[in-house]
């Protein structure tokens, strides 16, 4: 005589364990799978196709601008049942308490969220985050309750030529019996065996030849299908060549937008399979491929297992009817309310400004008008060096909008030691008025640019006021445009619908006053001093390909003195002291 | 400039990551495989084909009759170099001191053994054994180094009954992230089910449909191929119906003969290539497969492994030029001696016997003869119940070796309660003499069987001396041939030749004194209590259907008292007390 359950599943079953398809019910009991088989039953569910809860490899929900219960209640009725988050902007703004509460947060949401502890924070020295996770404390939080993995190692030439602090992190992490996750753009030949010793994944693969590489020398590797980074179709016939057990799917920063009109990792499966994937392997690939890369007790359908499944009216378009987590039915609807976040919301704290404050003083014996290096927003996160001339007023550098020459200003906004670097940014196409963000990664500071100075202060002490946003402002009718993002100056604890609404009404306004489409997405990145060529810090313009700091203006022997002119440690006077 | 390395090997690689073959040369530097490429090299080894170490899913050493070391020098040249080893055998003879003991003997081998901690000592409380493993004994074994789960749960029942101390033993594993093994030999339905919620995986499979059931609900099927049990060949097609993955070879109890006619794990691998499995898939089921369910940090070649690698003549047969274990080019080779084990050898510890000793008195009102219960051997590991007169002489009941009625003693060996059980057995063939052994499953008591009591006590007096092993004796000549295991009473500390050639002379002896060819086999087993159906332990005569003792002597009403007539709880007379 069979036990009753409480819940009894009917449909054609994806079973990862065996790679098959198999007509064969699923019974649960208070939470757990407890036998593939006929149970008698108190409540009974039918579906066409019974796939496990999906995975997230790896993924930044601050990309998604909402806080971790807010992401659930977007992703999990889509069948994303877990993600593996790496909390690495809200690290950058807050430290090791900002991975706690964050940790935290996913304790109140049904969705299991699993973590991996920041290893590259800060970026580099050249700019002042709001904090750095360095050795002892990284290796505190492996010992923080779901932590699976020391988060995408970044500094590869740190790690290949020894540096003691890069590996004091991966050791941690080993000693511990954690994954080491890799982050290995265009790492290839010896470098990549050389780093493949010590890092376990990556999800940086952009070309098939590039993906081959690196499974090829026992790394899991993962497609990634994010939303600046859309790499799954290019690698995908990597399924044709290798083992697919050591391949996931991750989408590592997705936007809002993409996460509401097209979803998570659910999206990432479903284009798969429409690529020609064979679809249990695609629900391998988001399932047990990555729980076995993390050791996590679910993504698979057997006894024992929590009851984490996807009722699905159709798998080949991933068409989901009903989602279980832990055998609750559709858990984050039906009167459910997301959390509220632990992550601070105070965390963006620096003096008013006002235009001088932002304006660039002009060098001694300027006429009307002085040569200037720009950074150039060529698209995508690329920037390139060039050198135009800017007008001279009043003794400061001025922008020239009918040139799309526009200011641009980093200010420290973390409370720190303050700062506030200043530059000219070619390629955002702003014709009046001003834009800025509190997210401008690694460092997060507040970057504002514009086509003049006033307008910029407006906007960034705009962001001040809303404790982190997103800000366009049109100075024709002195109106703003906002998102606020108060939750570590990143995220909103708002509905993720609601974000996408104020987003599109930021984009409209920053659309009117002429801002390129992807100007608000390259803007976060003029400050990320990691990626060449010309970035703009708190401290001063960097020239990235030999990490220095440069000067703004181009001193008038610089062509008989070689690029090498105006190299500098100490930022100049287009920095302001705190 | 890459560096140079101390030993680059050529051939074609089994990658058993991507599941390739591919031409890569793979460099070690001190121990480790650094690169999957050239490198400038002190030494090059040059190999048709290149494939990770073979580790052997589920063993015991014990049933090769040598130590781990001794053992390691069998199977390493063969390309073994990993074995998940369950000591249960020595678990029942000294406990956990012999666990310990034999985790300390695998750190002085180049075999790399892993352990898994006995779940099920005693086997009953029917016998007495050396020792037993209660749940906090099991508990603190399972935080010995190399240590890598629990061994396999046989008290399927207790587990399905939710019987206390069989759970806490698997919560103990699972507390500290160790895989649980199962032990389901049969076990099917909904039994299976519920038996699955707890363990992974299981080696018992006889059948396709068995190990089919098993895979199915999420179970890591083990194909054996051991010496009894010979389950491969059968469960081959498995590998055709699921995703290999989740499939791995095991030997479970190889005798030192096949292991030096034929090898350990080894023989697997190309017994299932010569059965038609994809050789990649075969090597995957020894290494990887096995690797990923122990979480063991090697079975793959990459670079960060150590260099465990197999160097092949010819794959498809399995044709080992030479085997490196991190980095040590055959490491049981040229001047190796294997380290002395430290294991006790003095644990058969009894009062010499006599004759009378082992005599059963024969029942009031008797005549010449008395009706008696005997184990029928009838092959394999089965017994079957069976009823038969012997003679009665000098008041006692005398064998009757012409209808292969013998005589069979278990003496409690362990040094503690004492006890000598007494009984019959039919099918071992003996014309003459005694055969007897301390290796008598589980318990490990010393059995003797033989065709008259003098013999009989010689042989238990012979094995006490040896402190343990196979002795063989024919009255004729009073000759002994004798093979010591005085290692637990179990293993011999000499090379596996030896013990081949003594165990071969051992049994040319106890042929000569009558005895069918498996009867040495079939002896060690006739004293576990836990299989149907007659099998006699220190304290009697049990049936194991219902786990009770039984009478030797069938009284005179049993026909008419029906079938549960003499079923007792305490032992009669056949039964020695201390």
Not at 62 to 81: C, F, I, K, R
Not at 386 to 393: C, F, H, L, N, Y
Request: aromatic content about 4%; overall charge negative; charged content about 25%.
């Amino acid at each position: 005589m069979t036990q009753p359950v409480d819940t009894l599943v009917r449909g054609t079953l994806v079973n990862v364990n065996t790679g098959n398809l198999e007509e064969r019910p699923v019974a649960i009991d208070d939470g757990t799978i407890v036998a593939l088989d006929e149970r008698p039953a108190e409540r009974e569910l039918h579906a066409n196709y019974i796939a496990p809860g999906l995975i997230d490899a790896h993924m930044h929900v601050e990309s998604s601008m909402v806080t971790l219960p807010q992401y659930a209640d977007a992703v999990v009725p889509n069948g994303v049942t877990s993600v593996v988050h790496d909390p690495h902007e809200i690290a950058n703004v807050i430290g090791a308490t900002g991975v706690r509460a964050v940790i935290q947060d996913a304790e109140q949401t049904p969705l299991k969220a699993r973590f991996t502890v920041p290893s590259s924070v800060p970026a580099s020295d050249l700019q002042d985050g709001g904090a750095t996770l360095p050795p002892d404390l990284v290796t505190a939080l492996l010992e923080e309750p779901n932590v699976v993995a020391l988060g995408e190692v970044m500094d590869i030439p740190g790690l290949l030529a020894g540096d003691e602090d890069v590996h004091a992190k991966v050791r941690a992490a080993r000693e511990r019996g954690l994954t080491v996750d890799g982050h290995m753009p265009r790492v290839t030949g010896d470098d990549l065996q050389e780093a493949a010793r010590y890092l376990d994944n990556d999800h940086e693969s952009i070309t098939l030849a590039e993906a081959r590489e690196k499974a090829d020398v026992g790394l899991h590797v993962y497609l990634r299908e994010g939303s600046s980074s859309k790499n799954l179709a290019e690698l995908l016939p990597l399924t044709e060549e290798v083992d697919t057990r050591r391949l996931s799917l991750c989408t590592d920063d997705r936007e809002v937008t993409d996460i509401v009109d097209r979803g998570g990792i659910d999206f990432a499966v479903r284009k798969a399979i429409q690529e020609g994937a064979d679809p249990v392997e695609a629900v391998q690939m988001a399932t047990i491929n990555t729980a076995e890369n993390y050791d996590l007790p679910f993504g698979k359908v057997e006894p024992g297992a929590p009851a984490d499944l996807v009722l699905l009216e159709e798998l080949d378009s991933w068409r989901v009817d009903d989602v279980l987590i832990d055998g609750e039915l559709n858990p984050t609807e039906d009167g459910h309310t997301p959390s509220p976040t632990n992550i601070p919301t105070d965390t963006v704290e620096f003096p008013s400004v006002s235009a001088p404050d932002l304006a660039i003083t002009a060098p001694d014996g300027h006429g009307r008008g002085a040569h200037v290096r720009v950074i150039d927003a060529v698209g995508g996160l690329q920037t390139e060096p060039m050198i135009a001339e800017v007008p001279v007023r009043d003794g400061t550098l001025t922008p020239k909008p009918n040139e799309d020459l526009l200011s641009l200003a980093v200010i420290e906004r973390h409370g720190g030691k303050g700062g506030i670097g200043r530059g000219f940014v070619h390629g955002l196409g702003l014709d009046r008025g001003a834009v800025g963000s509190t997210i401008a990664h690694d460092a997060h500071n507040c970057v504002v640019a514009g086509a003049d100075y006033t307008a910029m202060a407006a906007v960034a002490n705009k962001l001040k006021e809303l404790d982190g946003g997103v800000v366009a402002y049109d100075p024709v009718d002195d109106e703003f445009a906002s998102l606020a993002l108060p939750v570590a100056g990143l995220m909103s604890s708002e509905p993720i619908e609601t974000v996408y609404e104020q987003f599109e009404t930021v984009e409209s306004h920053a659309a009117r006053i002429g801002m390129a489409e992807t100007g608000l997405m390259e803007l976060s990145f003029l400050a990320l001093e990691v990626i060449p060529t010309y970035r703009l810090t708190n401290n001063g313009l960097v020239d990235v390909t030999d990490g220095k700091y440069v000067d703004v203006t181009v001193s008038e022997h610089t062509e008989e003195q070689g690029p090498d002119a105006d190299r500098r440690s100490i930022p100049d006077d287009s920095v302001s002291e705190p």
